[in-house]
């Protein structure tokens, strides 16, 4: 008995000491609102490169989920700084603007920690690399694609912009409009901002195509107002809209013909690809190629919509 006792005593002291050797990583991930299921994805991918990582390089990667429920440059800024104050090893941030959130990712850079960001960049900061869409050409691409549904008769369009101050949006902006300049038969009313809530942006959208009926098509850089059901009611085909992002909600819209094309950033990958990003760098010590990793995009059309939507069991974690 004290033979096979002492055996077992062993076993756990061996396995005691793998345990402490194992290397342990631990990545905060800031994204811009907790709601927003573009960013549920993300948390969801960035959960599942912790796990997949975790079990090929025999390591520990714990992710730090924190997120303001509403977008808060100010809140990212602080989180930043108790995620260095709580041992990070890395941390990855999609900014709402770059400007209110700089300082704190270098503060945190010159500590020791490793910072990258997604989605939307704060390329003046000390941050490794961001990962995401080249945000005009993304624009370029929403742009070619409303020229192509409205054709050659042309006409007005608009622009919604979501949030001014989020410096991936307007980039997209700029990129439609750098398109534009190429179609002289399409003309711009204006460019539209609001509150990124569905509410708000369908609320705009409603507003402005009232006041402008002579609107024939929309480029949306982020497809806020798709997440309502406050457009379903608008004939399929009167006016052209192509927005980016291609969320469940959303794709109904295509689906019924409301919503030409939508342009699908990888957003589960946003979480998947950081993560992987700052282990690279964190356990294997290794750089990235360039400082902008970028992603494509997806079109999403009537005739891929069913198959694309498969892929949100996957991504908002229901398999």
Not at 19 to 46: C, D, H, L, M, W
Not at 127 to 145: L, S, T
Not at 164 to 173: I, S
Not at 245 to 261: C, F
Request: hydrophobic share 40%; charged share 25%; with cysteine.
């Amino acid at each position: 008995m004290i033979m096979r006792l002492t055996h077992i005593g062993t076993i756990v002291s061996v396995l005691a000491a793998h345990a402490a050797a194992e290397p342990t990583y631990r990545i905060g991930v800031i994204a811009k609102s907790e709601g927003n299921p573009v960013f549920q994805a993300a948390r969801v991918g960035a959960q599942d490169a912790a796990a997949e990582l975790g079990k090929k390089l025999g390591i520990k990667v714990e992710i730090l989920w924190r997120t303001p429920a509403e977008e808060d440059a100010q809140k990212q800024a602080g989180f930043i700084e108790q995620l260095v104050v709580s041992g990070v090893d890395g941390i990855t941030i999609s900014c709402s603007d770059a400007s209110k959130v700089t300082h704190a990712i270098d503060k945190a850079v010159d500590g020791g920690v490793s910072v990258a960001c997604f989605d939307s960049d704060a390329p003046q900061s000390k941050r490794f690399v961001y990962h995401g869409v080249d945000d005009i050409e993304c624009g370029k691409a929403v742009m070619k694609e409303l020229a192509d549904a409205i054709g050659s008769s042309g006409g007005k369009i608009a622009i919604l912009a979501g949030n001014q101050t989020a410096p991936n949006l307007q980039a997209r902006v700029k990129g439609v409009k750098d398109e534009l300049a190429k179609h002289p038969n399409i003309k711009l009313v204006d460019v539209y901002y609001h509150k990124e809530t569905a509410h708000d942006a369908a609320a705009k959208v409603q507003e402005v195509q009232t006041a402008n009926p002579d609107i024939v098509g929309w480029a949306m850089v982020g497809g806020w107002p798709l997440f309502s059901d406050a457009l379903m009611s608008w004939t399929p085909g009167q006016v052209k809209i192509v927005s980016v992002d291609a969320l469940e909600p959303q794709l109904k819209y295509v689906e019924k013909g409301i919503v030409q094309v939508l342009l699908a950033q990888k957003v589960y990958h946003w979480g998947y690809r950081s993560v992987e990003l700052l282990i690279d760098k964190l356990h294997n010590k290794n750089n990235p190629a360039s400082e902008r990793d970028i992603a494509t995009l997806d079109r999403v059309t009537k005739e891929n919509v069913t198959e694309y939507g498969k892929n949100w069991d996957k991504w908002l974690g229901k398999k």
